[in-house]
């Protein structure tokens, strides 16, 4: 598989700019607040959004002011979301670290999360980029739509295969599409090129979705999150959907019943991962993930090939193999 570090060379200087001046707008005259974003920043992720707004920005020109707008833009909303999502998730940790929430309580989270997203929203009213924020304000409110459309539908707790596109394409697909549609309009005002780079950024959340889900079920995985975590919290996610689609429905009804218990020990969880396996719900998921991954990289295809559209292909095919 190929690294990250090759997957950023083409925009190498772009990105250490960015990181730079990211770190430098997050300083505040707030003692606490400066504390909490200094913990933020020292355990910043693989930054893929970034990557994917500028790799889309040089892929039709050279980056210019207006793309960095937009990456800080997706970066300051994508932190925010994660800090709202570990409130209302009750989660304390995130990729090996304890969260915000963990460390600070619910109101510190809230309020943090809440001021990212008005430094995204001064940044773009300073820069004018009112079309930026017009795409990113967007994604928020697909993003929230998404949350709220999962509690609504955990209720009844089975979700059908449509319903789980709908979800994962408000929750996850939307950011990236932000992401890839920001970094054009950063150097084309045309509709049509926008809106087909925006299809794109979709396809390739969708299928990063899938590969998260999947994550969910691999034995003894050293990843981010526990194995089984979705599973322990009765989060129907796709490998199980299709895998109660294969089985007969005696063991399906089984398998309902054991999924839907509110404490699961182990052993449960590894029936539950077992029978996933062996009625083939991880080959179906890998399947449509895989297919989704092909018909992200026939749209580039459409678009001029340089480095960058090499690296944009690199950087999908990362999001479906990665290990964690």
Not at 102 to 111: D, G, I, M, P, T
Not at 155 to 171: G, N, P, T
Not at 240 to 268: C, T, V, W
Not at 271 to 293: C, P, R, W, Y
Request: include cysteine; proline fraction near 2%.
């Amino acid at each position: 598989m190929t690294s990250l570090k090759e997957i950023k060379a083409p925009i190498k200087t772009e990105m250490e700019t960015f990181e730079s001046h990211f770190r430098q707008s997050m300083k505040t005259k707030v003692p606490l607040l400066n504390v909490v974003l200094n913990y933020l920043l020292r355990r910043k992720g693989k930054q893929m959004r970034p990557m994917f707004v500028f790799l889309t920005s040089k892929m039709f020109g050279e980056i210019n002011d207006s793309s960095y707008t937009a990456a800080s833009l997706i970066e300051l909303l994508h932190t925010a979301t994660l800090i709202h999502d570990d409130v209302v998730d009750e989660s304390y940790k995130r990729r090996d670290y304890f969260s915000i929430n963990a460390l600070w309580k619910s109101k510190v989270s809230v309020l943090v999360g809440d001021y990212l997203l008005s430094k995204g929203l001064l940044l773009s009213v300073e820069n004018k980029e009112f079309e930026l924020l017009e795409i990113v304000s967007d994604a928020v409110k697909q993003m929230s739509e998404g949350e709220l459309l999962q509690i609504k539908k955990s209720r009844k707790i089975f979700i059908d295969e449509s319903e789980y596109f709908k979800i994962i394409s408000k929750k996850t697909a939307s950011l990236i599409a932000a992401c890839t549609a920001c970094g054009t309009r950063s150097i084309s005002t045309d509709p049509a090129l926008i809106e087909k780079m925006k299809s794109f950024g979709e396809k390739v959340g969708l299928a990063f979705q899938i590969k998260d889900d999947l994550l969910d079920y691999q034995k003894l995985a050293k990843i981010g999150k526990p194995t089984g975590n979705d599973i322990k919290e009765k989060k129907v996610t796709l490998p199980l959907i299709y895998a109660l689609q294969n089985a007969g429905p005696a063991e399906a009804k089984s398998m309902k019943k054991l999924f839907g218990k509110s404490k699961k020990k182990h052993e449960d969880v590894q029936k539950v991962i077992d029978f996933v396996e062996t009625h083939s719900g991880i080959g179906g998921a890998q399947q449509k993930m895989n297919e989704l991954k092909e018909e992200a990289i026939q749209l580039l295809k459409e678009f001029p090939q340089n480095k960058s559209s090499e690296s944009l292909i690199k950087l999908v095919n990362f999001t479906t193999q990665r290990k964690k």
